[in-house]
C-alpha cells in the first residue's frame, strides 16, 4: 500500500482470523507506505490489522488510527498472532480494545519497534502494547505512557498504559518487566 487508505470497514467474524480493516495471513506480507487504516471495526481481533499464521506487517509511514475491537477482545490497532510486524515510522493512535489499544502481540509473535509513535491508545490492559508470551524489541520512536497530557496518553484503565507484558523476551531487557505506565522515548536527538 502506497498512499490511500482502508476505513469504514466491519468484521463480524467472533474467532478465528478477522481483522476489520486488513487481514494478512499464511506467510503473506503486507507493507504500508504511508496512507491510512482508520475506522475500522472487528468483533473479535484486529480492528484495523489482523497479522496471522507467519504474515509479515511492515509499517513505513502513514497512520493506523481510530480503530476498535468490541468488548474485551484484543488488538484495537494491530492485533499479531503468530505473525511479525516491523514499524519504522508512523502513527499508531486513537485505537480502542479489551486488550491492546494499539498493538496485541500473542503466540510467538514478534514486535520490532524502530521509529515512529504509538499514542492516545485505550485498553484495560495495555493501552499502548499488550505482549503476550512474545518478542518485542524497540530501538527507536516513542511509546506514551500516562506521564503526558491528554491526546498523546495511552491508557490502561486496568494496568499497563505504555506497555502490559504477559511474558516474552523485550529488548532492552530493562524496557519493561511486566507494566509499564510511563513513556518509553528512544527517538534518536
Same mark, same amino acid.
Given at each position: $500500500?502506497?498512499?490511500?487508505?482502508?476505513? *469504514?470497514?466491519?468484521?463480524?467474524?467472533?474467532?478465528?482470523?478477522?481483522?476489520?480493516?486488513?487481514?494478512?495471513?499464511?506467510?503473506?506480507? @503486507?507493507?504500508?507506505?504511508?496512507?491510512? !487504516? #482508520?475506522?475500522?471495526?472487528?468483533?473479535?481481533?484486529?480492528?484495523?490489522?489482523?497479522?496471522?499464521?507467519?504474515?509479515?506487517?511492515?509499517?513505513?509511514?502513514?497512520?493506523?488510527?481510530?480503530?476498535?475491537?468490541?468488548?474485551?477482545?484484543?488488538?484495537?490497532?494491530? #492485533?499479531?498472532?503468530?505473525?511479525?510486524?516491523?514499524?519504522?515510522? *508512523?502513527?499508531?493512535?486513537?485505537?480502542?480494545?479489551?486488550?491492546? =489499544?494499539? !498493538?496485541?502481540?500473542?503466540?510467538?509473535?514478534?514486535?520490532?519497534? #524502530?521509529?515512529?509513535?504509538?499514542? =492516545?491508545?485505550?485498553?484495560?490492559?495495555?493501552?499502548?502494547?499488550?505482549?503476550?508470551?512474545?518478542? @518485542?524489541?524497540?530501538?527507536? =520512536? !516513542?511509546?506514551?505512557?500516562? %506521564?503526558?497530557?491528554?491526546?498523546?496518553?495511552?491508557?490502561? /484503565?486496568?494496568?499497563?498504559?505504555?506497555?502490559?507484558?504477559?511474558?516474552?523476551?523485550? /529488548?532492552?531487557? %530493562?524496557?519493561?518487566? %511486566?507494566?509499564?505506565?510511563?513513556?518509553? %522515548? $528512544?527517538?534518536?536527538?
Amino acid at each position: $500500500m502506497s498512499g490511500g487508505e482502508v476505513s *469504514g470497514n466491519t468484521s463480524t467474524r467472533t474467532v478465528g482470523t478477522c481483522g476489520g480493516g486488513v487481514v494478512v495471513v499464511s506467510q503473506g506480507t @503486507f507493507t504500508m507506505n504511508g496512507g491510512e !487504516v #482508520h475506522g475500522n471495526k472487528s468483533n473479535a481481533y484486529g480492528g484495523g490489522v489482523f497479522a496471522g499464521t507467519n504474515a509479515v506487517f511492515i509499517m513505513n509511514g502513514g497512520a493506523v488510527s481510530g480503530n476498535s475491537v468490541t468488548g474485551s477482545k484484543e488488538g484495537g490497532g494491530v #492485533h499479531l498472532n503468530n505473525a511479525t510486524f516491523t514499524m519504522n515510522g *508512523g502513527v499508531i493512535s486513537g485505537n480502542d480494545a479489551g486488550g491492546g =489499544g494499539g !498493538v496485541f502481540v500473542s503466540l510467538s509473535g514478534t514486535f520490532n519497534m #524502530h521509529g515512529g509513535e504509538v499514542r =492516545g491508545n485505550t485498553a484495560s490492559k495495555g493501552g499502548g502494547v499488550y505482549l503476550a508470551g512474545t518478542s @518485542f524489541t524497540m530501538n527507536g =520512536g !516513542v511509546i506514551y505512557g500516562s %506521564d503526558v497530557g491528554a491526546g498523546l496518553a495511552n491508557t490502561g /484503565t486496568s494496568s499497563g498504559a505504555a506497555i502490559y507484558r504477559a511474558g516474552g523476551s523485550v /529488548t532492552p531487557a %530493562d524496557l519493561v518487566t %511486566d507494566v509499564r505506565e510511563t513513556t518509553i %522515548d $528512544m527517538r534518536t536527538p
